[in-house]
């Protein structure tokens, strides 16, 4: 919840100075509609920095699967990695890194396809 929270305000704030700048007033000077100067220029130009911290968020999740799964001893990955770590079960524990290390790099390829997405300037060749 507090992750979805800071990227709403950080994409509020990043289309609020985008609406500023001049390639928009370009924009509405060419006669586009507000809602699609504002979804296809100033939005698509706002969720770059989002796009860039999205690859972070499965860690984040798989963070607070550890925390919620122990406090309410909910049987699952984070609960697992737990015990094995209080339990000195290293295969397991290696494996719960193995497995949070490929969910971590398949996040950042999905952020990077993500920015490519996003970025007018970046192009599929």
């Known amino acids: 919840m507090g992750s ?3 990227l709403t305000i950080l994409t509020k704030n990043s289309v609020i100075e985008n609406l500023s700048q001049d390639y928009i007033r370009t924009a509405f000077s060419k006669g586009l509609s507000e809602k699609r100067v504002i979804f296809k220029h100033a ?21 607070g699967s ?4 122990t406090v309410f001893n909910i049987n699952g990955m984070g609960l697992l990695g737990f ?12 494996g719960i890194l ?3 290390s490929f ?3 398949i996040g950042n ?4 396809m993500l920015y490519a997405i996003f970025d007018p300037r970046i192009r599929f060749k």
Do not use: C, W
Request: no cysteine.
């Open 4 to 6: 979805f929270a800071t």
């Open 43 to 63: 939005l698509r130009n706002s969720l770059i920095p989002i796009a860039t911290g999205l690859g972070h968020f499965l860690s984040l999740v798989l963070a």
């Open 66 to 69: 550890f925390l919620i799964e």
């Open 83 to 94: 015990k094995s770590i209080e339990q000195r079960d290293y295969p397991v524990t290696m």
């Open 98 to 100: 193995v497995l949070s």
């Open 103 to 105: 969910l971590l790099l």
């Open 109 to 112: 390829i999905i952020s990077d």
